[in-house]
């Protein structure tokens, strides 16, 4: 860890702060990185656009996608002022930076009610025993487009 690291912190936080007064949601902030410069930076949107989606880090990321042309993060560093959620966890995942760095962490988060722990629980669960019914509904009509996909010779990985 770097002051630059510590830097992009600590406008991670600010960010959060920031959101959060403007009452745009909850306490959370987020920056991205890339050669050491802020790319993209959020916070979280969810009450304000009525988006259940709009996490900082998903804001951010959206960002710093839109902004590098592309649909991965490569060499790319999140600043995230709380441990991300299970929805934004996969969403790094798929954008596939280098590294996270985060400041409190989930049982703080949990302590001022944004615990996520019940989503961990649900997918630990079989698909019956869900809180929200999943139910599978015409998958023959749809699988052969996985098909199609699995043939596709211009497609672009991910």
């Known amino acids: 860890m770097t002051n630059r690291d510590e830097y992009f912190m600590k406008r991670a936080i600010e960010m959060a702060e920031k959101g959060m007064s ?22 979280n949107r969810v009450t304000s656009t009525n988006d259940p989606t709009a996490h ?15 649909h991965q993060l490569e060499d790319c560093t999140i600043y995230a002022s709380c441990e991300p959620c299970p929805m934004c966890f996969g969403a790094i995942y798929w954008a596939r930076p280098k590294q996270v760095y985060f400041a409190c962490t989930k049982e703080d988060a949990a302590k001022i009610n944004f615990d996520d722990q019940f989503i961990y629980d649900e997918l630990e669960k079989e698909i019956d025993d869900r809180q ?7 998958r023959k009509d749809a699988i052969h487009v996985f098909d199609k996909w699995a043939e596709k010779v211009d497609k672009v990985k991910y």
């Open 132 to 138: 929200i019914n999943f139910i599978s509904l015409l």
């Open 22 to 43: 403007m009452n745009a949601g909850g306490p959370f902030g987020c920056v991205i990185t890339k050669d050491n410069e802020i790319i993209a930076e959020g916070f």
């Open 56 to 70: 900082a880090e998903v804001v951010a990321i959206r960002e710093a996608c839109k902004k590098l042309g592309s």
